[in-house]
C-alpha cells in the first residue's frame, strides 16, 4: 500500500475554495489521480485506476487500485485514498477525484466505495471522473448514492448519533 498511497501538499494559489466545483477547479486533484493510476498493481483486469481525496485543508492523499487473484479481495483506488487518508488522522474531506486512463468513460465509484464514502463525506461532496478522454464529469456524492445504509453510532460518552 505504500506504493499506492501518496500525500502531497497543494500549492497555496490551489487551496482556494469555489462555490460550485469547476473542471478548473479539479485541474490538480485529476492530475494527481492520474498519477496514482500509474501505481495501480492490476495485473488481471489491466484497468489501472488512480484516485485523488482533497483533505480539508488542500492537501492531497493518492490511491490507486490494487487487484488480487481473488477478485472480491480486490481493493479500489477511491477506498485506498481514503484508507491512507484515515490511517494519517485526516477525517474532514473537500472533494475526489476518480481517474480510470484506459476507459472510454468516466469510472464512477463502485457501490463498495460509495457505501464506504458515505461514512465520511456529504451528499453535496463534489466528485470528478475522468477516462481516457479530456471530457470530465463532476457530480456531487448524493447524486451517485442518494440512500446510503447508515447505522446510529455510540458516541464516547454513550450517545448515539445518527451518520450520513
Known sequence: MARCARILAAPASKRSIMKAPSRVSFDLLLAAARKAARMAYAPYSRFPVGAALEI???RIV?????ENASYGLTIC???VALGAALAQGFRRFKRLAIVAPRSPYPPSPCGACRQVLAEFVPPGFPIAMQGRTP???IRTFGSLWPLPFVLKKTT???RTAQTT
Do not use: L, M, P, S
Open 62 to 66: 493518492t490511491g490507486c487500485n490494487i
Open 156 to 158: 464516547r460518552r454513550g
Open 77 to 79: 483506488a477511491e477506498r
Open 135 to 137: 471530457a470530465v464529469t
Open 56 to 58: 480539508e485543508d488542500g
